[in-house]
């Protein structure tokens, strides 16, 4: 391992980035707030210390060496470990405990997210570390302390607790039910249906649904997930299939989504809260899992 008296200045690095990004020493000096003088002695003594040439000097201008492009990439690299490291340190101070969430990426920007701060009210000294993820876990035993996956309704995963059963809503936007009004199963066919890549096999389900026995028109663009979808239904793009709890807010609180036919249908899938056997009884374990069952409850009761 290197002395530390060997190692170039946090001063002198931050003078390579700001000199390497401009590749000028007067633009440089101004972004640092220092002499151009000063940064040229920096850079010198930088050099020095590393025994090699990070600029050739020309007299039209400065260019990095090959060994200067190669040194730059590890040094910011390095710099932005060590600003995170100390950011999140200062940002844990307050707290007495973290827990690390890792849902679903619809699931939490379409109902956790917008719910997250009467948690972090109740429980001020937890922070909450949102992560996503999708599809099965295969290993639990990282540094996540609780999962939130979509999964084919069963019985026979290993840690998991069903949070809710997902049904769907037929969604529309009022602009467009404005132009193309659906007020039976037949005016479907004039609409566009919005394709769900990870699930293609929704659409046909509900074509059975609802016994629809005309071709279905699908959008030229497919979405992986939900909150896309959304975003899509929003511009006018089509129609999309999205979980209740997720929309049902958005359709109750505002004018600017739909669910014409009032059409809804089980998916045969479910929102399973994954945790470790180990983590089960830790107190911030309990505490989230168990608000999130009841705002879960709320959510559905509120819709119903």
Same mark, same amino acid.
């Given at each position: 391992m290197l002395n530390m008296k060997e190692l170039?200045?946090?001063?002198?690095?931050?003078?390579?980035?700001?000199?390497?990004?401009?590749?000028? +020493?007067?633009?440089?000096?101004?972004?640092?707030?220092l002499t151009q003088g000063a940064v040229s002695k920096q850079i010198s003594l930088l050099e020095q210390q590393l025994g090699q040439p990070l600029f050739e000097r020309h007299l039209n201008g400065i260019r990095? *060496?090959?060994?200067?492009?190669?040194? !730059?990439p590890q040094i910011v690299e390095a710099l932005e470990a060590l600003q995170n490291a100390t950011a999140g340190l200062r940002q844990l101070d307050q707290v007495e405990e973290v827990l690390t969430v890792n849902v679903s990426p619809s699931f939490a920007s379409l109902w956790l997210i917008p719910r997250i701060n009467g948690f972090v009210r109740a429980f001020p000294h937890l922070q909450v570390q949102l992560k996503t993820g999708d599809g099965l876990v295969h290993d639990i035993s990282g540094d996540n302390d609780i999962v939130i996956r979509?999964?084919?309704?069963? %019985?026979? @995963?290993?840690?998991? *607790?069903?949070?809710?059963?997902?049904?769907?809503? !037929?969604?529309?936007?009022? /602009?467009?039910l404005r132009q193309q009004p659906i007020r039976e199963i037949d005016d479907l066919a004039k609409h566009v249906f =919005? $394709?769900?890549?990870?699930?293609? #096999? =929704?659409?046909? #389900? +509900?074509?059975?649904? &609802?016994?629809? /026995? @005309?071709?279905?028109?699908? @959008?030229?663009?497919? +979405?992986?997930?939900?909150?896309?979808? !959304?975003? /899509?239904?929003?511009? #006018? #793009?089509?129609?999309?299939?999205? $979980?209740? +709890?997720?929309?049902?807010?958005?359709?109750?609180n505002t004018s600017e989504l739909f669910n014409p036919l009032k059409s809804m249908m089980a998916s045969h899938y479910g929102y @399973?809260?994954?945790? $470790?056997?180990?983590?089960? &009884?830790?107190? %911030?374990v309990c505490v989230f899992t168990q608000w999130l069952t009841e705002m879960m409850a709320s959510s559905q009761g509120h819709a119903s």
């Open positions: 170039p200045s946090i001063r002198a690095l931050r003078t390579f980035i700001a000199v390497a990004n401009h590749l000028s +020493f007067s633009k440089a000096a101004r972004e640092l707030s990095l *060496t090959r060994i200067g492009l190669r040194y !730059l979509c999964l084919p309704l069963a %019985k026979h @995963y290993d840690n998991a *607790t069903l949070l809710c059963r997902e049904n769907l809503r !037929l969604v529309a936007s009022a /602009a467009l =919005l $394709p769900q890549v990870t699930r293609p #096999q =929704l659409w046909e #389900q +509900f074509r059975i649904h &609802h016994k629809i /026995a @005309y071709p279905m028109e699908f @959008y030229g663009v497919g +979405f992986e997930h939900f909150y896309m979808s !959304l975003e /899509a239904v929003k511009n #006018q #793009q089509g129609l999309a299939l999205l $979980p209740d +709890f997720m929309v049902d807010d958005l359709i109750i @399973y809260i994954i945790v $470790p056997h180990y983590k089960r &009884h830790a107190r %911030k």
